[in-house]
């Protein structure tokens, strides 16, 4: 049984540690809603994949990487709000992801797994293309670090000190389109953004600095993952929220140390 169980956690386990970082600049920008955006978009990425016969993975990372590099340009060249801009792209993806997806053969579509994730269905597959993802994103955070952190405290200082601010939000959208579209498949599409959001919000309440707010991050993605997995094998719950629901008991005893 432990032999079957190794895929899923060392898959999740990447994934935990990726997140956290990830997770820390969703909330030090505030890009919740935009996180919320590309997940429900993901969805159109599955009914691309079934319908066109090709891996799901790659269309679904095709669509969210469509998806920020839209949500990039609009930004700059509009007279309308971001949160409406998120607002429209977020419904109206997942309204025609749903039906594109009740348009495609349905029984080659499991929309709950989509939906709330199966951690524990993982595949060699899923943990290659999780290993790649997080080799990406590390790197790029890794070798950016400082600058992302400028940027996320004053764009403007960020930008006079030389920092390419255009190009690094671009950056960072796209490394948060690509975690989504690799953990759709094993968190679900409807709590990829509080995987990133709440471990973050959690570390909040012990760090001192950024990194030990990201490295912090990442174990309390860890810890989370660990429960869920846990109470997922011996309760038969859903995985996904389950480690999701692991993460929230975690935020609120952060919160009860941050209260004086």
């Given at each position: 049984?432990?032999?079957?169980?190794?895929?899923?956690?060392?898959t999740g386990?990447?994934l935990?540690?990726?997140s956290?970082?990830v997770?820390?600049?969703?909330?030090?920008r505030?890009?919740?809603?935009?996180?919320?955006?590309l997940a429900?978009s993901?969805?159109?990425?599955?009914?691309?994949?079934?319908?066109?016969s090709?891996?799901?993975n790659?269309?679904?990372g095709?669509?969210?990487l469509?998806?920020?590099?839209l949500l990039?340009g609009?930004k700059?060249?509009?007279?309308?709000?971001n949160d409406?801009w998120l607002?429209?792209?977020?419904?109206g993806?997942?309204?025609?992801?749903l039906?594109?997806i009740?348009?495609?053969d349905?029984?080659?579509?499991?929309?709950?797994g989509?939906l709330f994730?199966?951690?524990?269905?993982?595949s060699?597959?899923?943990f290659?293309?999780m290993?790649a993802?997080?080799?990406?994103?590390?790197?790029?955070?890794?070798?950016?670090?400082?600058?992302?952190?400028?940027?996320?405290l004053?764009e403007d200082l960020a930008?006079?000190?030389?920092v390419s601010?255009?190009l690094?939000?671009v950056?960072?959208?796209?490394s948060?389109?690509?975690l989504t579209?690799?953990?759709?498949?094993?968190v679900?599409?409807l709590l990829i953004?509080?995987l990133l959001?709440?471990?973050a919000?959690?570390a909040r309440a012990?760090?001192?600095?950024?990194?030990?707010?990201?490295?912090l991050?990442?174990?309390i993605?860890i810890?989370?993952?660990i429960l869920?997995?846990?109470?997922?094998?011996?309760?038969?719950?859903?995985t996904?929220?389950?480690i999701?629901t692991a993460?929230?008991?975690i935020?609120?005893l952060?919160?009860?140390?941050?209260?004086?």
């Amino acid at each position: 049984m432990l032999e079957l169980l190794m895929v899923p956690i060392f898959t999740g386990l990447l994934l935990a540690i990726i997140s956290g970082p990830v997770g820390c600049f969703v909330v030090w920008r505030r890009m919740s809603q935009f996180g919320d955006t590309l997940a429900h978009s993901a969805l159109l990425g599955v009914a691309i994949g079934i319908s066109a016969s090709i891996n799901t993975n790659v269309s679904i990372g095709l669509v969210c990487l469509t998806i920020a590099l839209l949500l990039s340009g609009v930004k700059q060249n509009s007279d309308i709000s971001n949160d409406t801009w998120l607002g429209v792209l977020s419904h109206g993806g997942l309204a025609l992801s749903l039906v594109c997806i009740s348009l495609a053969d349905s029984n080659q579509i499991d929309l709950y797994g989509y939906l709330f994730g199966d951690l524990l269905a993982a595949s060699w597959q899923d943990f290659e293309l999780m290993l790649a993802c997080s080799l990406i994103i590390g790197i790029f955070l890794w070798w950016n670090w400082s600058s992302l952190v400028s940027m996320c405290l004053n764009e403007d200082l960020a930008q006079v000190e030389g920092v390419s601010v255009a190009l690094l939000r671009v950056g960072l959208m796209l490394s948060i389109a690509l975690l989504t579209a690799m953990a759709m498949k094993l968190v679900g599409a409807l709590l990829i953004t509080a995987l990133l959001i709440i471990p973050a919000a959690a570390a909040r309440a012990f760090a001192q600095t950024p990194s030990q707010m990201a490295i912090l991050a990442s174990l309390i993605a860890i810890a989370s993952l660990i429960l869920g997995m846990i109470a997922s094998y011996f309760w038969d719950l859903a995985t996904g929220p389950a480690i999701v629901t692991a993460a929230c008991i975690i935020f609120a005893l952060s919160r009860r140390r941050a209260t004086p």
